[in-house]
């Protein structure tokens, strides 16, 4: 596993708002991060950072080789546009509009690759659909299709599983363990710490000012929970409790 | 009644208003369009007042040709998008706050010199345009927004579809985003010039929203949406006109916007879209 990026003493917040500063981590390729904390505690404010569209106010982001062209990206669905008159097909394709030439159709090699990522997604058989007419879950499943057009080094979903069944759930955390094994790094933004035990080897914990970084056990500990303000005393016990008895990590 | 429309495509007048309204609609249907479904609607109509003082500065300057009214008007127009970019960027207000304060100011500007001037072009002209007095100039002017439209539209289409659709996504896909939107805020200006000098300040946008609005009802793929809207925008001006030909006294520019509200309230009724999936939905529950 390589260095793929290195952040260095990050400090991040708005002009009147620190959120948290002194942040230094490696990303390796292949590694899935969960980035976990609280509602305001910075983990939008980080991934947009790392894809370029927030200044830090110290510290910055180093790409051994290069910031990768492209970076897959799902933000939060409250942010799309649901009544916008595209078909499943379209919304997919996006992924590849970089290499469209302005004047041209799509060519039958994106086509079958198109139909291939909504395949994978679950969805080729709404291909034809316009947007509107589908579940959170379904639209959920297309905008992943659109992130395996991208084929990029490097995912951030920011709250994938925010409007969605346990079914769509454990679909989409199948594609991110196969982009796992393809050596990509995933940034995962989520609040379902069991999704987090199972399928992620590292977590950045936000709270209270502080970054915390680390595998996945030593980071997301009842003690560290509590202290960054993520979970109360009980919730946190009951939570690793739980986790104990259906034979996860912490067993 | 037939010999009474033979008589009407004799009038050179006439003719040339067929020709521009056609150009016109093929030029501020698209645009449309896209104003709809960016939400921009209304900033459209802002705009359209927003271009005003620089019409009017080129006009009490210049006089009344067609290249000062059209390069006062871009200043004006540019300026306030420009303007309200900045602001929503740098501060509080949001884009649609900001523009409604910058056209009110541009607006008052523009009537307050017109009228300081004391202004011999009546007040009508500016509001309701004057398509059956279309000069060689206006013709090039339309002629030449419609060509820059297409042709930026057709390079630009899909990067303007993703910004639209998902502007999060794209945002975070190019290294200047705002290249797009300024690009087609622009395109909005130049449309708005080209309609004004044939609709007014008034009607302008009516031929460019309300043919977007009714194709919204009809089909659920942009592509579709494009067509439609250009097609109705067309024979809401071909209609228009000849009904302000049959009943004499009756202004061209109110009467094609006019025809674009009915295509727009039969759209409302009867499209797939309309209020008749609402009835089919509520009868099924």
């Known amino acids: ?251 | 009644m037939g010999d009474f429309i033979v008589e009407m495509f004799t009038y050179t007048f006439m003719q040339r208003a067929f020709v521009v309204t056609t150009v016109l609609s093929a030029s501020v249907a698209p645009v449309g369009t896209f104003l709809v479904l960016r939400r921009l609607s209304l900033a459209g109509e802002a705009m359209a007042h927003a271009i005003t003082p620089g019409v009017v500065i080129g006009f009490v300057t210049a006089g009344l040709s067609v290249t000062s009214l059209f390069f006062g008007g871009l200043i004006a127009g540019v300026g306030v998008a420009v303007l309200t970019a900045y602001l929503a960027r740098n501060t509080i207000l949001r884009s649609d706050a900001s523009l409604a304060s910058l056209y009110l100011i541009s607006l008052a500007v523009g009537i307050f010199i017109l009228s300081a001037a004391g202004s011999a072009v009546p007040l009508k002209s500016f509001l309701f345009g004057s398509i059956l007095g279309v000069g060689d100039a206006t013709m090039v002017l339309v002629g030449g927004v419609a060509t820059v439209t297409l042709l930026t539209l057709a390079i630009i289409l899909r990067p303007l579809i993703m910004s639209t659709c998902d502007p999060v996504f794209f945002e975070s896909q190019m290294k200047r985003p705002w290249i797009v939107d300024q690009g087609f805020m622009f395109l909005l200006v130049l449309n708005l010039l080209a309609a004004f000098k044939t609709l007014g300040t008034l009607m302008a946008v009516g031929l460019m929203i309300l043919p977007a609005t009714a194709a919204r009802y009809w089909s659920g793929t942009i592509t579709a949406q494009l067509v439609i809207g250009f097609i109705f925008a067309f024979l809401s001006c071909w209609v228009g006109l000849i009904l302000s030909y049959v009943l004499p006294e009756t202004p061209t520019g109110p009467s094609i916007v006019l025809v674009a509200g009915v295509i727009f309230a039969v759209s409302t009724i009867f499209g797939p879209l309309g209020l008749r999936s609402k009835f089919k939905e509520t009868r099924h529950v």
């Open chain 1, 1 to 251: 596993m390589s260095v793929f990026a290195h952040i260095h003493a990050l400090s991040l917040g708005y002009s009147h708002t620190p959120l948290f500063s002194g942040l230094t981590l490696d990303i390796h390729t292949g590694m899935i991060l969960a980035v976990v904390g609280a509602n305001g505690t910075g983990k939008s404010t980080f991934v947009k950072t790392m894809l370029g569209l927030h200044k830090p106010r110290l510290g910055g982001i180093h790409w051994p080789n290069g910031r990768p062209p492209e970076i897959g990206y799902l933000a939060q669905l409250s942010e799309f546009d649901r009544r916008f008159p595209i078909r499943v097909r379209d919304l997919a394709a996006m992924g590849t509009w970089k290499g469209f030439n302005p004047f041209s159709g799509m060519k039958a090699t994106t086509r079958g690759k198109v139909d291939h990522a909504l395949d994978q997604a679950g969805v080729l058989d709404l291909a034809e659909r316009p947007l509107h007419t589908l579940s959170g879950g379904q639209l959920q499943r297309a905008l992943f299709a659109r992130i395996i057009m991208q084929d990029a080094p490097m995912i951030i979903l920011d709250e994938p599983f925010a409007a969605v069944d346990q079914n769509t759930e454990q679909h989409l955390l199948r594609i991110i363990d196969g982009w796992k094994k393809e050596n990509r790094v995933v940034l995962l933004v989520v609040h379902d710490l069991s999704a987090v035990l199972d399928h992620c080897s590292h977590a950045l914990l936000l709270g209270n000012g502080a970054a915390n970084f680390g595998p996945v056990l030593d980071v997301l500990s009842h003690d560290r929970l509590v202290a960054q303000g993520y979970m109360s005393e009980s919730q946190a016990s009951w939570m690793i409790r739980r986790c104990r008895e259906e034979g996860g990590q912490y067993g």
